[in-house]
């Protein structure tokens, strides 16, 4: 298992500024996964974070809109840019457990972004 | 284009009574399918998975059940608690390598006293 901690567990925030949001597993994982949340709807993959290199993203989802950091094994960070009403959601961090194309996958418990 | 439908998309039930959740989906081939509980506020938490081979998967009052053929699923939870209000996601994982799995949107359970 492995169990997330996510930071901030909510905020509100001005249009046009930035937010981080911090994600810390208590072991190693290969595969870390940022997703949003948008009321009533399914979650949607932004990116899979790598570690040492560049993420990969997903369509509709871009690098300066979505900047992500990979560091070590173990932590990843998200940043909303240039923040608008429409990206008022939840953002959840993600983790694979080996195989990570047949295993369990484990949540953090969400940053819930109000945008005004 | 693989998707996951789920239904109803929100149901009220009293409590100790039983319900059935309902998981259509297109994915194909896929490795495993699993449900998940998302208490509100927090991050989804898993409940059953079951790969397709498995036909029925129990956690507690919940039994997951796996129509492979039909492309469907069902969570089924016996004798309902409050806590029990929350929304419950299928996700299926697709096999051949790829990690993305598909959410379905969940369905939104009230337990009422």
């Known amino acids: 298992s492995a169990v997330i901690s996510q930071k901030p567990s909510r905020d509100i925030c001005q249009r046009g500024t930035s937010l981080t949001i911090q994600c810390q597993v208590d072991s190693q994982v290969t595969m870390m996964f940022w997703y949003r949340q948008q009321p009533g709807q399914s979650l949607t993959l932004i990116a899979t974070a790598n570690q040492g290199s560049e993420a990969t993203y997903e369509s509709g989802f871009v690098i300066d809109k979505f900047p992500i950091s990979r560091p070590n094994l173990t932590f990843s960070t998200l940043t909303v840019s240039n923040m608008s009403p429409e990206d008022s959601s939840i953002y959840l961090c993600?983790?694979?457990?080996?195989?990570?194309?047949?295993?369990?996958?484990?949540f953090g418990e969400g940053s819930r972004l109000t945008v005004l | 284009k693989n998707q996951v439908e789920q239904s109803p998309q929100s149901l009220i039930i009293l409590e100790g009574k039983n319900c059935t959740l309902q998981?259509?989906?297109?994915?194909?081939?896929?490795?495993?399918l699993r449900w998940y509980k998302q208490d509100t506020g927090r991050g989804p938490v898993s409940l059953t998975i079951m790969t397709f081979s498995e036909n029925t998967k129990s956690n507690g009052r919940y039994t997951a059940t796996l129509d492979a053929d039909t492309k469907q699923s069902s969570l089924h939870i016996t004798a309902s608690q409050l806590s029990d209000s929350a929304s419950y996601i299928c996700?299926?994982?697709?096999?051949?390598?790829?990690?993305?799995?598909?959410f379905g949107r969940g369905t939104s359970l009230i337990v009422h006293p």
């Open positions: 998981c259509n989906y297109t994915v194909s081939p896929f490795s495993n």
């Open positions: 993600s983790v694979a457990v080996p195989p990570s194309n047949t295993g369990e996958l484990f």
């Open positions: 996700v299926v994982q697709p096999s051949g390598g790829s990690y993305i799995p598909t």
